[in-house]
T-cell receptor, first 112, second 112 residues
Framework: GDSVTQMEGPVTLSEEAFLTINCTYT??????LFWYVQYPGEGLQLLLK?????DKGSNKGFEATYRKETTSFHLEKGSVQVSDSAVYFC???????????FGKGTKLTVNP | EADIYQTPRYLVIGTGKKITLECSQT?????MYWYQQDPGMELHLIHY???????EKGDLSSESTVSRIRTEHFPLTLESARPSHTSQYLC???????????FGAGSRLTVL
């Protein structure tokens, strides 16, 4: 079945450090790929998405590129802030279905 | 601002009690979902609905039940709560044809 594997956390960085959270997927066909973020005490919010190979999603300084050859969708940010501390989820959906398959989440803590 | 509302946000109850978690959305979305989030953060789809009078079980078996009598309302009920039901429950919705989910803030249930 379809699955998403993301790097295990927790990840702790200092402010202004470079962030990478790895995400790879297994799916037949051409899924859409997403990053969702969950701030403490809140539900999930869409951070960015990409719907086809080589698409780059970006938002709030975060970026991720849909790489079909490596089945990856790694999340990056050049300079993290304390306010980026949250749990990040990689996810996929297929064929117009809104049933998302989530990774297990990666907790990021950014220290001042 | 939130367009999908969950109540209660926090609930502590004793074993054997019946509980209903409420979820309402004001966006007119056809599709609604319930996810269970375990303490390790992983998300599991337990119920979904593609419209009024339509409900389906998700990927994770759950003793809870749901109903969809009105488009905007998707309550989840546990007839007899047990400590194993302690978890965070997240409601989400999406528009047909759009593969992006909007999440509520969650209901954190503790069963003693």
């Amino acid at each position: 079945g379809d699955s998403v594997t993301q790097m295990e956390g927790p990840v702790t960085l200092s402010e202004e450090a470079f962030l990478t959270i790895n995400c790879t997927y297994t799916a037949t066909g051409y899924p859409s790929l997403f990053w969702y973020v969950q701030y403490p005490g809140e539900g999930l919010q869409l951070l960015l998405k990409a719907t086809k190979a080589d698409d780059k999603g970006s938002n709030k300084g975060f970026e991720a590129t849909y790489r079909k050859e490596t089945t990856s969708f790694h999340l990056e940010k050049g300079s993290v802030q304390v306010s980026d501390s949250a749990v990040y989820f990689c996810a996929l959906s297929k064929g117009g279905s809104e049933k998302l398959v989530f990774g297990k989440g990666t907790k990021l803590t950014v220290n001042p | 601002e939130a367009d999908i509302y969950q109540t209660p946000r926090y609930l502590v109850i004793g074993t054997g009690k019946k509980i209903t978690l409420e979820c309402s959305q004001t966006m007119g979305h056809d599709k609604m979902y319930w996810y269970q989030q375990d303490p390790g953060m992983e998300l599991h789809l337990i119920h979904y609905s593609y419209g009024v009078n339509s409900t389906e079980k998700g990927d994770l078996s759950s003793e809870s039940t749901v109903s969809r009598i009105r488009t905007e309302h998707f309550p989840l009920t546990l007839e007899s709560a047990r400590p194993s039901h302690t978890s965070q429950y997240l409601c989400a919705s999406s528009d047909s044809g759009a593969n992006v989910l909007t999440f509520g803030a969650g209901s954190r249930l503790t069963v003693l």
